[in-house]
């Protein structure tokens, strides 16, 4: 297959690329070129960026079977892709997020729950209150522009090598520090995440076999808590005489901590339940996470091997971090 992939060079979108070039694929990728300039020199690399009419002339000619758009976050984004490829791009999948639903939801809830919607004019300020909203809309763009035989996924927290955000590779690493750790707010807060690798070999397959639909990106299903997270982190890299420290909700917001300074901890985020969506539909289309523990093992061994940079603001100074637990002690004692 001749494949599109709009990205294709940072984490998500790599981890893609590497799929398709590993099954045999014939791959373009369209990106800025400020990520990974030496990766997959066997694909064709077609440099500018998306929002840049000019630059989105580079696919004005050309045939691809498939098209995966990575890095859409805004309706308008979709409609100028469509426009340029005019009907040249194939089998359209899209990655959204399970940010889209709009809450509260039950556990277990499935691709069909009620979702976000914008106000019109649909701005596009990209911020963390419009990004399940704009989502939204460019799901539905995507199914306008395309039509039903479309494909979109989505995911939850993605974790695995390459990752930018560094938010799961924090706690890895934090716990494989060992000590006491801050453990935040209540260990059954829902959380589900998704490896890049599982996600991509199976969007790969997903357009090798032509399957429409809507599907969450998710694993484990639910119910599955933070603290289980935290446990089984706990048990591939914990040394000896390392401890999880429980530290209240209410503590930690008034000490002015978020989910930011904690990665994947809900904090104050009154949406958490989205992390608590039904995989099935994903399974029965060919989705096998591996498991988390295997996940761990080669988030940590790459650490070791090649530690990720930490993005500003990912995660708590051990001194912070001592800070909070002696403070929270206090009010225990």
Not at 118 to 133: C, D, F, N, S, V
Not at 231 to 260: C, N
Request: charged share 20%; with cysteine.
């Amino acid at each position: 297959m001749r494949i599109l992939i709009m990205g294709g060079t940072a984490f998500v979108g790599r981890h893609i690329a590497q799929a398709a070039i590993g099954a045999g694929h014939d791959v373009t990728l369209f990106h800025r070129g400020r990520t990974g300039p030496d990766l997959f020199p066997q694909a064709t690399h077609l440099l500018g960026d998306r929002n840049s009419s000019r630059d989105l002339a580079a696919l004005g000619s050309g045939q691809w079977d498939a098209t995966v758009d990575v890095s859409g976050y805004l309706p308008r984004q979709v409609r100028a892709l469509a426009g340029v490829l005019d009907g040249r791009g194939g089998h359209q999948l899209f990655i959204s997020t399970v940010s889209v639903y709009r809450t509260p939801v039950a556990p277990g809830f499935g691709e069909d729950a009620p979702l976000i919607e914008l106000a019109e004019p649909i701005t596009e300020e990209l911020t963390l209150e419009t990004y399940g909203g704009l989502k939204v809309a460019c799901e539905r763009a995507v199914m306008e522009l395309h039509g039903a035989s479309s494909t979109v996924i989505r995911p939850t927290y993605v974790i695995g090598p390459h990752d930018h955000s560094g938010r799961f590779t924090w706690w890895v690493n934090r716990i494989a520090r060992g000590g006491e750790v801050l453990a935040p707010g209540d260990s059954g807060d829902p959380i589900q995440v998704i490896d890049a690798r599982d996600m991509a070999s199976w969007a790969v397959s997903l357009l090798e076999n032509s399957v429409a639909g809507i599907f969450h990106a998710v694993s484990p299903p639910p119910p599955f808590g933070f603290g289980q997270l935290l446990e089984a982190i706990a048990a591939r890299v914990a040394p000896p005489g390392t401890t999880l420290t429980w530290v209240g909700k209410d503590y930690l917001l008034a000490s002015g901590l978020d989910d930011a300074a904690l990665p994947l901890w809900p904090g104050g985020d009154s949406e958490s339940e989205i992390n608590a969506a039904d995989p099935a539909a994903a399974i029965a289309a060919g989705l096998a996470p591996r498991p988390l523990s295997q996940s761990i093992d080669e988030i940590r061994e790459a650490e070791l091997h090649s530690p990720a940079a930490r993005p500003d603001g990912v995660g708590l100074a051990p001194d912070r971090e001592a800070e909070l637990l002696a403070g929270w002690a206090s009010r225990e004692s």
